[in-house]
């Protein structure tokens, strides 16, 4: 990484965001949003607002880990209830899943920021967010949210960077997707299956695993870990646990992807032109 381009991209931030009059920032207490909310705290201080939606689709513990940062930091925090379930688009997920969900989030957003008397809104998409199929990203844009770390070309890892660099404990935390991400395009999204996946995966965090996935795949878990982490498997106390702890949430079969933890693997399901 040169370390001089990463700081003209961050200079370049500072400069939009000292731009700006006042801002929300769409807040999941992820790195990427994480950094962005407290790059424009420090710029605007009060006038920085963060506003997090919760609902099934996010697990808890981000939740508490997106309010905890907020209160340490003294920055104005709003939680919204979302209810993405009571939308026939987002339940039926097809590929486009992620588009109405951003929408109906965009929304709600729009209402705060009129309601808070704030100009602009901002979510945290990055330069490398570009690669992959988001069309999250393509509705935000519709609705006019502002994206400063991919307009001053900000990569991942120089956001981690940067972030380190900063103190921010959130530096090397993996990036999580909403637990909808877990279930293959095509395959009906219900409480039960959101429910299996979140608790599925909280089972791999309280074993320390670091990078994961657990996918449903109706009766069956697919789980993804780092290739390094693999090993642990070997472990039969460990594997037994794990096995038995899926099996009571409803999976009747649990599997170890050989070709380990990988963001997005169900995009390949996609035929894009």
Not at 23 to 48: N, Y
Not at 175 to 202: D, F, H, Q, W
Not at 217 to 226: K, T
Request: glycine share 6%.
């Amino acid at each position: 990484m040169d370390a001089q381009t990463r700081d003209k991209k961050r200079e370049r931030l500072n400069e939009k965001l000292s731009s700006l009059d006042s801002l929300l920032v769409a807040f999941s207490g992820g790195v990427d949003s994480t950094f962005l909310l407290f790059s424009a705290h420090q710029i605007l201080g009060k006038k920085v607002l963060a506003v997090t939606a919760r609902s099934m689709i996010h697990p808890d513990r981000e939740i508490a880990e997106a309010v905890d940062f907020t209160k340490e930091y003294g920055i104005r925090h709003i939680i919204f209830d979302s209810d993405e379930l009571s939308m026939p688009e987002f339940v039926s997920n097809t590929p486009d899943r992620c588009y109405y969900c951003k929408r109906a989030i965009c929304l709600k957003l729009q209402e705060i920021a009129l309601d808070q008397r704030i100009e602009t809104i901002a979510h945290g998409a990055n330069w490398d967010d570009q690669g992959d199929y988001r069309p999250g990203m393509r509705a935000a844009e519709e609705m006019g949210l502002v994206s400063p770390l991919a307009e001053s070309g900000l990569t991942k890892d120089e956001i981690r960077s940067l972030s380190r660099s900063m103190g921010l404990k959130v530096w090397d935390k993996p990036s999580m997707a909403c637990l909808a991400s877990r279930i293959p395009y095509g395959n009906i999204i219900t409480k039960r299956n959101l429910k299996m996946v979140g608790e599925a995966e909280k089972i791999l965090a309280d074993h320390q695993f670091k990078y994961f996935r657990v996918r449903h795949h109706d009766h069956i878990a697919r789980i993804e870990v780092q290739s390094d982490e693999m090993i642990r498997f070997n472990n039969s106390d460990l594997k037994r646990d794990i096995i038995t702890k899926l099996k009571g949430l409803g999976f009747l079969y649990v599997t170890l992807d050989l070709e380990g933890y990988v963001t997005g693997s169900l995009n390949r399901a996609l035929k894009i032109d």
